[in-house]
């Protein structure tokens, strides 16, 4: 598709292994209530909540897990600690070098590439080296004050990168981001197996995303 200048992609489980197999790694090593867990933090997602405040960078880091933990509980009754819950959350997740080779095939073959993050903190809390070697722009949703799937944190996205929404390719593990991505006229992928993704980008940007 030669109108395709761009691709955009999220980070936890699109540049990473699954974050909900994190988070079931995470439930099953602190004996926490898994689906007690999965409503608070997603069962009202909206303006307001919890998740919506540390997306948006309304809400600290320190404050967040602060609040999360006096949400959640064990299945033995004992406490959840607060300090460095969000690492201990995420820690199951490790680098897909598959998605990250591709990202950056497509940036040394023309194309624009961009990282488009709803964040659990800032920039500093990925622990991932390949910023500026990978990407013409990053867009963190807690630095902006927007997140996906508002259609105007995509907007913004295809904005830093130079292009038209609709000359973007975007790819998420989350099925409504896909559709956000699609309001703001992105052509969305929604990742959920790397070679299936591969060869979907193949197919998209026409150049091979595999060694």
């Known amino acids: 598709m030669s109108d395709i200048r761009a691709l955009v992609v999220d980070f936890g489980g699109v540049l990473t292994t699954s974050m909900r197999d994190s988070f079931t790694n995470f439930v099953r090593?602190?004996?926490?209530?898994?689906?007690?867990?999965?409503?608070?933090?997603?069962?009202?997602y909206g303006e307001g909540t919890l998740v919506h405040g540390i997306?948006?960078?309304r809400v600290?880091?320190?404050?967040?897990?602060r609040e999360l933990a006096a949400r959640l509980r064990t299945t033995g009754g004992s406490p959840v600690a607060a300090e460095g819950l969000v690492k201990r959350m995420f820690s199951g997740a490790s680098a897909d070098s598959r998605m990250i080779d591709a990202v950056a095939r497509a940036r040394k073959n023309g194309f624009k590439t961009g990282l488009l993050s709803n964040s659990w903190g800032n920039r500093d809390s990925y622990e991932f080296e390949h910023f500026d070697t990978l990407f013409d722009a990053v867009v963190i949703s807690g630095e902006v004050g927007l997140?996906?799937?508002?259609?105007?944190?995509?907007?913004?996205?295809?904005?830093?990168?130079?292009?038209?929404?609709?000359?973007?390719?975007?790819?998420?593990?989350?099925a409504t981001n896909i559709r956000g991505a699609a309001e703001a006229g992105m052509v969305g992928v929604h990742h959920v197996e790397t070679e299936q993704t591969l060869a979907e980008l193949e197919v998209l940007l026409g150049i091979s995303m595999r060694p």
């Open 29 to 44: 090593s602190e004996d926490v209530d898994g689906e007690h867990m999965y409503n608070v933090l997603f069962k009202d």
């Open 60 to 65: 600290t880091m320190e404050e967040f897990e």
């Open 147 to 174: 997140r996906k799937p508002d259609p105007e944190i995509y907007a913004l996205a295809a904005r830093d990168l130079g292009v038209d929404p609709q000359q973007c390719v975007f790819v998420d593990d989350i």
């Open 55 to 57: 997306e948006t960078g």
